[in-house]
Structure formats: C-alpha cells, structure tokens
C-alpha cells in the first residue's frame, strides 16, 4: 500500500474549468462554504467556544469542500481528448455522498469503496446517485478501504484515483478556504484554540495552517474514538465509534498531521456512547441538531476551554447535523452520563 502524498498546492485548486465544463455544477459552487461561525455553550469561567456550522454546506457536510477541490483538480489535469473522467475513491460515508452528489451531477462515474457494515440508508443513497461500490470486510476499516481503491486504480488506469488521506488539495482546501473563512470572521481577534476530530487530517491540519499565522501560540487539540484511537497499534476493528474519524490501526498515522508538522498533537478520546449522548446534549440545549463528530469536538473543545480565561477563544468545527436515530439514542447514554455542561 502506498502512503506518499500528493497534489502540493499554494492555493485551491481553481474551479474555472470544472465550471466551464459542467455548468451544473456552478449553484452548487455558489452555495458551497462561506458557514457561519457561532458560539455554542462553553464552561463558566472559561475560554468562549466558536464552532464553524458545516452542515450548512450544499450536500449537507465539511466533505463537500474536499470533494469539490478533488474534483476540480481531477478536472484540471485529465485530458478529455484521449478519455472520458472516471472517479474512484474509499468513503464509508460523506465524502461519498458528495462525491456520488458531484458525479451525478456532472455524468461522471464514480466508484466508491465502502464498509460492508455501511447502513442501507446510505447504499441506497449511493445508488440512487449512480456511483458504483465495492464492499471491504468492515473489521479492516481504512486500511481495508485504501488497500482496494488503490489495487482497483493499479488494475484499471482508466480510473483516476483520488485518495482523499494522501491527496494534499485536501489539506489545501481547508488551508486556504475554511481556514481563511474563519479568519475573516473572527475579524480583530486570533484563536486560542483549535479543535477538530482527525479524520483524513485534512481539516484538523488545513485550517491549523491558516489559524497558526495570527497566533504562533496556538493550541490544538484533536478528537478520535476511543474504540480505535489516532495512532494505535491495535489491529483496526468494526466497534461502533463516531463515524469518520478513527486511527488506521498497526501504528498507521494519518500523514496530513506530519505533512504541517502536527505528530506530536494531543488527541483527547471520546467513546461512541459519550458523542451521543453529547449529540442528544447539545440538542437539548441549543435546538440545533448536530452529527457524532461534532458532539466529539464540542466535548474536546469544551476540555480545552475550560484551561482557557474568558478573553480566550478555541474554534472547533461541526461537521455535519447526524441523523435523528443517533440523537435518540444518545438520550439514554445522556441521563446514564450526566450532562456535560451546566442548565
């Protein structure tokens, strides 16, 4: 399996002839980024939290940044005179669907590698928007996922693999759009704190690289599932665990992290049982319905900001508003946790 990184970019990639090509895609262009940035419940006495709202997005997640800067480079470099574009990535869940969302529009096939355990729900979802799947035994979870989008790209050149872990517009992306977006909003004042669960790396290492300019002090802090933590040694597994953002397993580290000098980040682990109950949480507090990865950043950054002063600020980002099931269930684990933050 290959780990080298690829696609190093001074910028985003420039949408101009995806668009020009496929005009279809231009009201989703329109739409995409530009995600408010509110404050969520914090600590009393402590640091203020901000959170970038990516359920916003056109295709309802922070995955449509990446796929469409994916896209738009894939774009960019293929020849259409020799051959049709053909798509192939690994995604288990948004990346997928925004990919599968972008393809449809544009009448380019996309083949996605996916968990055998994805939920009916989004295999119907796949299919509905034309993308073709394959199934990797879930208990092998990234490494599986990578290990056969890669061997398919190997057997089939026709395919252009975009490799969402090691392709650098994802670090780029959110370096030079989410990051500078945050920026912006924050106006006179500079980040004390960034959270953001580990995923690919892409967002946690992009926007650090904006936010590190206005404070070379900045601190961060990522959040992983305790059932397969970011950098274990363990084999990987199929535990439930908030969805896109688990170690790869046998020591394996998403190479993002090192790419902007990040190897040695602290990780605070959040089990499945506590991201919902913070999802059911955060509901109840402020009505806005967020997904299991954003409940797991709210509970890290929360962590965060209680070291912090009030003057202080810790940016984190919710990734996606999770499904109604979850946040149901996370009532039970909530009245067996107890509340994270004081009513």
């Known amino acids: 399996m290959n780990f080298a990184l690829f696609n190093s970019l001074n910028g985003a990639p420039d949408p101009t002839r995806a668009l020009n090509l496929f005009p279809a895609l231009t009201s989703f262009y329109q739409a995409l980024g530009n995600t408010p940035l509110q404050p969520v419940p914090g600590p009393p006495g402590g640091g203020r939290i901000l959170a970038k709202f990516e359920f916003v997005n056109p295709f309802g997640s922070v995955k449509d940044r990446a796929a469409f800067g994916m896209f738009c480079e894939a774009i960019n470099q293929h020849d259409f005179s020799r051959a049709p574009l053909k798509l192939l990535d690994a995604s288990g869940g948004n990346m997928g669907k925004a990919l599968a969302k972008l393809g449809q529009l544009c009448g380019i096939p996309i083949h996605l590698i996916i968990p055998d355990s994805s939920p009916p729900a989004l295999v119907d979802f796949l299919r509905d928007a034309g993308a073709e799947l394959s199934t990797v035994e879930s208990r092998f979870f990234l490494l599986g996922l990578i290990s056969l989008a890669q061997a398919i790209g190997l057997r089939d050149p026709g395919w252009t693999l975009l490799s969402q872990h090691l392709n650098l517009v994802n670090v780029a992306v959110h370096q030079y759009q989410t990051g500078q977006e945050i920026r912006r909003q924050l106006t006179a004042e500079k980040a004390d704190g960034w959270v953001a669960a580990v995923g690919t790396g892409g967002t946690l290492s992009g926007v650090y690289a904006a936010l ?70 955060f509901h109840r507090l402020t009505g806005v319905r967020i997904g299991a990865s954003a409940a797991a950043n709210w509970r890290s950054a929360y962590q965060l900001a209680q070291e912090m002063t009030p003057a202080q600020c810790v940016i984190t980002l919710f990734a996606d508003a999770g499904s109604d099931a979850e946040r149901d269930r996370g009532e039970q684990y909530f009245h067996a946790m107890g509340a994270l933050h004081p009513v």
């Open 212 to 281: 590190v300019r206005d404070n070379p002090a900045l601190r961060v802090l990522g959040t992983t599932p305790s059932e397969l933590p970011f950098g274990t040694y363990d084999p990987p597994n199929d535990r439930d665990k908030f969805g896109g953002a688990g170690g790869m397993g046998f020591g394996f580290r998403q190479p993002f992290l090192a790419h902007v000098g990040l190897e040695h980040v602290p990780f605070k682990e959040v089990s499945w049982q506590a991201s919902l109950s913070a999802m059911y949480e």
